[in-house]
């Protein structure tokens, strides 16, 4: 039987990444009245660079390739270094070439919130409302009637494993680990704009290197290599970097 308590980290899983959405929007929007069309781009560049290419290629790298699947310290080099290169390249062609005049400070922050708030919003909703629905036929005792043949029973039986046993504090870290997300988020779609505004190409692989070292620990703790507080730490330290980046930028961009 999943417990109440599991139950509402479950949904604070869900509910944290939206009320720290809605925070940090209304925070930047009052400060800097920004555009909505930079923040509708970085949205958009998220799905389409993470959801719709980065799939693809991981389709064809790991679907073709079972062995690869297997090779843990390949996996964890190549997930960071994939989401890097996706959504960093996205953000540099989509700020490049459609906003062209959305080049000012607020335009960074706006894209980067919509960036970073679609991530949470499809991460963290898409998450809890699968888990939720999970946890609940789990315990009608349906679940593994509706799942028999569309997974292994191994999978299943991980599944279920996680549901009657995950601690509340791993799901209420798996909340709050998405606002550091969205403030990295903001902060290297300042950092991209700058080095659009200043000709600084090398900007664009630094990007890429950041996003992929951000993802590093968080892909080592899914393979088991690290706790889940070494990797969080790293994720909140990573997120204090990236606030007083942010802080700094007002003064970068106004010399």
Known sequence: MVTSLTLTGILLQGIIPVVGIIGIFLYFYRKERFSWKPVAAGALTFFFFTQILEKILHLAV??????????????????????????????????????????????????????GGFEALFIGLLGCVQSLTYALLLNQGKLDALLAGKLPVETIASL??????????HLLMGGLERLPAIVIQIALSLFILYGIRTGKKSVWPTAILLHA??????????????????????VFLFGCLAAAY?????QIFSS
Request: net charge positive.
């Open 62 to 115: 790991l679907g073709t390739n079972p062995d690869f699947s297997k090779q843990t310290l390949l996996l964890i080099i190549y997930g960071p270094l994939a989401a890097g290169v996706f959504e960093e390249t996205g953000r540099y062609l989509i700020m490049l070439l459609l906003l062209k005049r959305y080049r000012q400070r607020k335009d960074g922050i706006a894209f980067g919130i919509g960036h």
């Open 160 to 169: 279920k494993d996680t549901l009657l046993n995950v601690p509340f504090s």
């Open 246 to 250: 942010i802080t700094k930028s007002r």
């Open 213 to 234: 070292t951000f993802d590093f620990l968080p892909a080592m703790y899914q393979a088991h290599y690290v706790n889940l507080w070494i990797a969080e730490g790293f």
